[in-house]
Structure formats: C-alpha cells, structure tokens
T-cell receptor, first 116, second 118 residues
Framework: AQKVTQAQTEISVVEKEDVTLDCVYETRDTTYYLFWYKQPPSGELVFLIRRNSFDEQNEISGRYSWNFQKSTSSFNFTITASQVVDSAVYFCALSEGTSGTYKYIFGTGTRLKVLA | SQTIHQWPATLVQPVGSPLSLECTVEGTSNPNLYWYRQAAGRGLQLLFYSVGIGQISSEVPQNLSASRPQDRQFILSSKKLLLSDSGFYLC??????WGAGVSLDTQYFGPGTRLTVL
C-alpha cells in the first residue's frame, strides 16, 4: 500500500536556524511523483516542488532545498536560515504513475514554528 | 494564468441543514478537479475527484456528494449536515493526463472553505 509518513508533528526553531522536515514514503511502483506543499495560517496549500522517481538530483531554490534518496525512500526538505514567514504546516505527498491512479497520498503534515 | 476560486470562505451551519460549496477554475480547460477535507489539526483526505463533466468518483463513503455541471465548476453538497462534516474543504485542479483521465501533474489548491456545523 502507498503511504507517506511525516514523523515530526511539530518543530520549533529560532529564526536563522536551519531546519529539516522529514518525509518517508512507501510505494510499489517504479514511476511516481513526490511533492511538498506549504499551508500557511490562511489555509491555502501552496505548491513548493514536484519530483519524479527517475530524478534523484537534489534541488535548491533560494533558502529551500530538497534531498531525494530512493535507497531510503525519503524526500526531505531543508529550510536554511529560517524566517518567521516560514511558519506553516508542510505536507509531503506521493502520486503514483503506472497504477493508473491520479490521486495524492498526503502525509499528516509537520507544523513548523519559527520564533523571532 | 490559472486561478481557482472557492466560496464561501467561511460557513456556519446547523446540523441537518443542506450544504453547497462551489469551486471554479479559470484559465484552463478540461481540468481534473478534486475535493479534499481537512479536519482540525489533521491531514488531507480526498473526498471526490472528477475527470470531466458529470464524471464523479467518490473516495470514501460519507454524507456528501459532488457534481460537475460545467467543465470548470465543481460543487460539493449535502442534504443534511452532520457534526462530523465540520472541517476545512479544499478544492484542487490539475491538468488532464494521458489515458483514462490519469493525471500525474501537480495539483493546485484553492483558498478553501471553513465549515462549522453546530
């Protein structure tokens, strides 16, 4: 069965600290996509990144970086020099390809609190 | 560019009353559409998805129903609300993929509707 685990329920850091949000997934498919979304207090989910299962290159976008490791079925998200505006709930999601599904399996989310 | 709208933004309804939440997408055609529910402090649960007008698939048995009367309009309804229907309802769209409505592309979410059933 497909599953996404975000074991960290809540993380608190002080501004300018680096923080890593963990995401571990389970799937039997060889073709799949992984996503990260940010949910600020307003509630809307904001798309951050999409990664396919054939591309294990890490990605950096400004202060954000993602580490995809198929060997450990993990897709971790690091925020460098965190800011108060990064405070939000972050969701990791899995979408599979070959099984014909089109839906996401979401993790339960990690609430990040960045303190000034 | 594409935009997705949901209304109302907030709704307080008594138990047993009907419900209608609306979602519309602009700037794209033939999207896949999705309804999710997020209970307080919880993750997202997919309720319904649609790959075309009049085509609705339900993910979990529940007190809700969905309809897609137009290509870019997706409606979530209930005849009689329950307390357990309270939550944050999110609509999302994605580009149509290949095959029988398979969509692997990114889902983009609307602003959500916060429903409280008293």
């Amino acid at each position: 069965a497909q599953k996404v685990t975000q074991a960290q329920t809540e993380i608190s850091v002080v501004e300018k600290e680096d923080v890593t949000l963990d995401c571990v997934y389970e799937t039997r498919d060889t073709t799949y996509y992984l996503f990260w979304y940010k949910q600020p207090p307003s509630g809307e989910l904001v798309f951050l990144i999409r990664r396919n299962s054939f591309d294990e290159q890490n990605e950096i976008s400004g202060r954000y970086s993602w580490n995809f490791q198929k060997s450990t079925s993990s897709f971790n998200f690091t925020i460098t020099a965190s800011q108060v505006v990064d405070s939000a709930v972050y969701f990791c999601a899995l979408s599979e390809g070959t099984s014909g599904t089109y839906k996401y399996i979401f993790g339960t989310g990690t609430r990040l609190k960045v303190l000034a | 560019s594409q935009t997705i709208h949901q209304w109302p933004a907030t709704l307080v309804q008594p138990v047993g009353s009907p419900l209608s939440l609306e979602c519309t997408v602009e700037g794209t055609s033939n999207p896949n559409l999705y309804w999710y529910r997020q209970a307080a402090g919880r993750g997202l649960q997919l309720l319904f998805y649609s790959v075309g007008i009049g085509q609705i698939s339900s993910e979990v048995p529940q007190n809700l129903s969905a309809s897609r009367p137009q290509d870019r309009q997706f409606i979530l309804s209930s005849k009689k609300l329950l307390l357990s229907d309270s939550g944050f309802y999110l609509c999302a769209w994605s580009k149509r993929g290949w095959g029988a409505g398979v969509s692997l592309d990114t889902q983009y979410f609307g602003p959500g509707t916060r429903l409280t059933v008293l």
